[in-house]
T-cell receptor
């Protein structure tokens, strides 16, 4: 079965800290990867796509290592509003996605 | 622009009852998906559709049925509700290609 594995956390960090989430995927044929954010009792929302060259969006940086089948998300200068569960997602073929169980982040004042 | 709309938002069913979870999107997306999410778990794909008239099973289809008579609508049917189907159900869509999915707000379903 094609899977995505994440550290479940929780990660409890102070405001202003840098935090990194890691994720591995088992389907070597996956071509597209994403990080989603999910607030408590809400729907997942796209945070960013992940590209082989790495990509940055403000305080967020995503990296992909295809050889190791490894994806990362770095959040710099954490804000209270960053508290959420972060889902690592890999394309599973036929326009399907495989979701990790998520890593919970709590940013503490 | 409503995006993906799910109804109802909450529902309590008795064991053995049936119901339909509604999902509609106004973005003219070809691909639609139904997921369930149990507490502390990731999303599991129940069924998906690549266009009107075409549906296929996902990872956890047992106990559910779907139909796709129009591009906009993708209802999920529970015929004989069981406690194991207590979950949060999300509908999602994409226009095509390897693009990120747009999710509805979810339906919280409890079966007692």
């Amino acid at each position: 079965r094609k899977e995505v594995e994440q550290d479940p956390g929780p990660f409890n960090v102070p405001e202003g800290a840098t935090v990194a989430f890691n994720c591995t995927y088992s389907n070597s044929a996956s071509q597209s990867f994403f990080w989603y954010r999910q607030d408590c009792r809400k729907e997942p929302k796209l945070l960013m796509s992940v590209y082989s060259s790495g990509n940055e969006d403000g305080r967020f940086t995503a990296q992909l290592n295809r050889a190791s089948q490894y994806i990362s998300l770095l959040i710099r200068d954490s804000k209270l509003s960053d508290s959420a569960t972060y889902l690592c997602v890999a394309e599973a073929g036929s326009y399907q996605l495989t979701f990790g169980k998520g890593t919970k982040l709590s940013v503490i004042p | 622009n409503a995006g993906v709309t799910q109804t109802p938002k909450f529902r309590i069913l008795k064991i053995g009852q049936s119901m339909t979870l509604q999902c509609t999107q106004d973005m003219n997306h070809n691909y639609m998906y139904w997921y369930r999410q149990d507490p502390g778990m990731g999303l599991k794909l129940i069924y998906y559709s690549v266009g009107a008239g075409i549906t296929d099973k996902g990872e956890v289809p047992n106990g559910y049925n779907v139909s796709r008579s129009t591009t906009e609508d993708f209802p999920l049917r529970l015929e004989l509700a069981a406690p194991s189907q207590t979950s949060v159900y999300f509908c999602a869509s994409i226009p095509g290609g390897n693009q990120p999915q747009h999710f509805g707000d979810g339906t919280r379903l409890s079966i007692l």
